[in-house]
């Protein structure tokens, strides 16, 4: 007898807990205790928790083990177009026939208990991970760290934390202390634990977790430093110099992921740091789009997509468009509620020249246009709404055909995007 589809068993997996997110780690330790402990039986754990720049940082470390010739389970969330890219199995993404029977094995195993959607299905994850071999797990938080569904591995190889900003709010505090905390929960006795970028405050909640915990700090400014010269990346830290190439993602804030990303593989003693910077690749992470139904709408725009959702990101992606080529630039944006809308949209007001805000397709949580546009026009940037982003290109073009056109707002409507635009 055939086994349904995974998105069959996804959706029976939503129903198992009324709350989207709920941190506790008892129903994942039942789980894991049902099905024998995957987590115990993974290759050498990197576990990676920060605000911004995890899955970045993750794909750098993951091109500069696989450059050097390892493999890597990886684990990231959420998913832009199908929920087989959360989970990469000795490096190629899981296949459907993989995928159906750990989610099956995973919810028959849970009994009709309850659980959320992010526990169970990282927990598949693991169970998928402990039945292939490779030589390095990567696993990346899916919220703050502490409490969250992946921390559940007493002795990683290394943990890593990149830069912390405020964001989830609810969840995880309302101040940067607080926050920092949640994130530096997952530093364990003894692993050596790599840090980018930090605010002061934050910085001091992870040195004093990291006293507690006997373990030793690889950070940025301290143990290592990473700055751009001359059209290359320079790396630095208590071993020598790295002269690399720059990040083939885009910004300024990814050196400073690279070099996370290198501290990591120096601490692992594994890997090829120029493959990490030259080879990685992360959707959503300003990538332009060259191809698809929206490029056939807008043959001569210049069209990026962007999934970054809080200020921090939002400081990042104006800086990015204050590097590029003097151009016309329009913002397509879509937000969740649980974002600080004004806080996200304030530095990019003085980069683009209007917003043309949209609701998130399929998303409950969505911010309705009207409000986006609202809160644009609070921070001086010039707004009207429109009812798809297809829609939204097709009427900037209309008026400025070679126009740079920037998608942002939420990894929800990257997702819906990159679905639609084929």
Known sequence: MSLPGSDVILERMMAL???????????????????????????????????????????????????????????????????????????????????????????????QETITYFEITTIAA?????????????????????????????????????????DHQQFLGDTLPKIAGEKAGIIKRSVPCVVGPQHDPAMDVIEARAARMGAPLMAYGQQWHVWEERGRLIYQDETGLLDLPLPALIGAHQIQNAGAAIATLRVLQKGDPDAATRDALWPARMQRLRQGTLIDIAPQAELWLDGGHNPAAGDALAAVLADLPKRPTHLVCGMLNTKDITGYLRPLAAQARELIAVSIPGEANTV?????????????????????????????????????ILICGSLYLAGAVLRENG
Not at 137 to 160: I, K, Q, S, Y
Request: glycine share 6%; with cysteine.
């Open 17 to 111: 807990h009324p709350k989207i997110i709920d941190l506790t780690l008892d129903r994942v330790w039942r789980l894991l205790t049902a099905l024998d402990h995957p987590e115990a039986k993974l290759p050498p754990v990197v576990h990676i928790a920060g605000t911004n720049g995890k899955g970045s940082t993750l794909a750098m470390i993951r091109a500069g083990l696989e450059g050097a010739g390892l493999s890597c389970h990886a684990y990231t969330s959420p998913h832009l177009a199908r929920f087989h890219e959360r989970i990469r199995i000795a490096g190629d993404l899981i296949e459907e026939d993989a995928l159906s029977p750990v989610l099956d094995e995973c919810y028959a195993a849970n009994n």
């Open 126 to 166: 693991m169970l998928a991970f402990s039945r292939k071999p490779a030589d390095f797990t990567l696993m990346e938080v899916g919220l703050g760290g502490r409490l969250d569904a992946t921390n559940v591995f007493e002795a990683p190889a290394v943990t890593v934390i990149t830069p912390v900003d405020m």
């Open 368 to 404: 309705p246009a009207k409000d986006t546009a609202t809160a644009a026009q609070s921070v001086g940037l010039p707004a009207r709404t429109s009812a798809s982003v297809t829609d939204a290109v097709a009427q900037i073009v209309a008026t400025d055909p070679t126009a740079r």
